[in-house]
């Protein structure tokens, strides 16, 4: 696993002139990255970047030092636990898997580096932390037809071929958030909600679920819009309370949930709250804002709670905490080993139909209509300009559960969600 620390994230700009020295650095990258392992195996399956006839290896650019690093340990341990499984059961395709781990701690321009120095290697990505680094590297993947899972949710990673965004978009979940809290009467027509987003593509697209939602069930959106290195969420209390907010929505990271549950508390504003699965972890359950997120806080999410009762999920709970003891069971956990089996199969898939070159274990994913793990929801990854999947579930945290969280709905799809996606075309 290397390992680096993250530098302040460039300007567009900078990292323009950095991803074209890359690319021009890079150019015998990608001669590589066509000869490598071309051609048919032992076996008679064709070959390609990042696989012989013995091995099968695969890609991780994650976050392990940033802020989104326990999402990034709990992800790759997962896939790790999953490629060690799959190895002592035989590997695919008659050869190991192995996964090949770069950190880039959020830092745009070191995962376009990293990026660079990976790519020739391996067949596939089953894990790239991060909506702008994911879109750093869009036309890169796309170009270099390596089948990649974001672990980022935007709408604006659809339509490509090669990238596929797991279970629900962030403008989708708030849709559904929203209906929450119209549907269980905490909020009513005429009402203001406020929603805490991320800059980004994260936050805008999450707001353009809350605006078009609000629209729909006759409320107003107050936006307040923060940067990732805000951790102290006084002020955005402040003005939500003076706006006389009856529910606020938020599309952030753990640590602004926690310091907008807790601050909110401490000043009156006890009102509900709705985030986005990436802005809830288990770890907040052991924070003093552990009560607040209790009692106001619901989580919208495309994957079940990991005290869920589907017997995939137990399983998977039960092994990850026999081969990590010590280490907390979260989303990241069941999203990781999620997006890990689904890559399997797609290469099952792929050796299969005999060739496991870049291309054809795309072709291999892009035939999936109901894929399903055992860990949720069905998905199709057919239509490359629709999210794979349109149902979420409500979660509630809870300091006694598994993972710090538990269903309170299960999944089902919001009203409106494909009057949405048509209008958004």
């Not at 781990?101 to 290697?121: E, L, N």
């Not at 952030?252 to 549950?261: D, R, V």
């Not at 399983?315 to 997006?339: C, E, F, Q, T």
Request: charged share 20%; aromatic share 4%; net charge neutral.
């Amino acid at each position: 696993m290397n390992v680096t620390h993250p530098r302040p994230r460039t300007t567009r700009t900078a990292l323009a002139a950095a991803l074209a020295a890359v690319l021009l650095a890079g150019t015998g990258c990608s001669s590589k990255a066509d000869d490598n392992g071309a051609g048919d195996g032992a076996d008679g399956v064709k070959a390609g970047p990042g696989v012989t006839d013995r091995a099968i290896k695969l890609g991780a650019l994650t976050d392990l030092t940033g802020p989104y690093a326990t999402l990034g340990k709990s992800i790759v341990q997962a896939q790790q636990m999953w490629a060690d499984e799959t190895n002592a059961a035989g590997g695919i395709c008659g050869r190991k898997v192995e996964i090949v781990v770069k950190d880039h701690g959020y830092d745009v321009q070191k995962a376009v580096t990293a990026y660079a120095d990976i790519s020739p290697d391996v067949v596939a990505l089953p894990q790239v932390i991060g909506s702008p680094v994911v879109a750093a590297l869009l036309d890169d993947i796309q170009r270099d037809k390596v089948l990649t899972f974001p672990q980022a949710w935007a709408a604006s990673l659809l339509g490509k071929d090669a990238v596929q965004v797991l279970g629900t978009t962030y403008d989708l979940d708030m849709i559904a958030a929203v209906d929450f809290l119209t549907r269980t009467k905490k909020v009513a027509g005429g009402d203001t909600i406020g929603h805490v987003y991320f800059e980004g593509d994260y936050g805008a697209n999450a707001l353009e679920g809350s605006q078009w939602a609000a629209k729909e069930a006759g409320l107003k959106v107050v936006g307040q819009k923060i940067k990732a290195t805000d951790t102290d969420l006084s002020a955005q209390v402040s003005a939500l309370r003076k706006a006389g907010v009856k529910a606020v929505l938020i599309s952030a990271g753990p640590a602004q949930t926690a310091s907008l549950a807790g601050v909110a508390a401490s000043r009156g504003l006890r009102v509900p709250i709705v985030s986005s699965a990436p802005g809830y972890a288990p770890q907040l359950m052991k924070t003093p804002a552990a009560a607040a997120l209790e009692a106001m806080v619901h989580v919208v999410s495309a994957a079940p709670a990991v005290s869920s009762d589907l017997p995939g999920v137990k399983k998977m709970v039960a092994s990850y905490g026999k081969k990590y003891p010590g280490s907390p069971v979260d989303s990241g956990v069941l999203s990781g080993y999620n997006a890990a089996q689904l890559m399997g199969a797609d290469l099952k898939k792929a050796c299969e139909d005999g060739s496991l070159a870049r291309e054809d274990v795309v072709k291999a994913h892009r035939s999936q209509k109901n894929a399903d793990t055992g860990l949720g929801t069905p998905q199709d990854f057919t239509d490359v300009t629709m999210p794979a999947s349109r149902s979420t579930y409500v979660l509630k945290p809870d300091r006694k559960a598994v993972g710090g969280v538990v269903n309170v709905e299960e999944a089902h799809r919001a009203p409106g969600i494909d009057e949405y996606l048509a209008s958004r075309g």
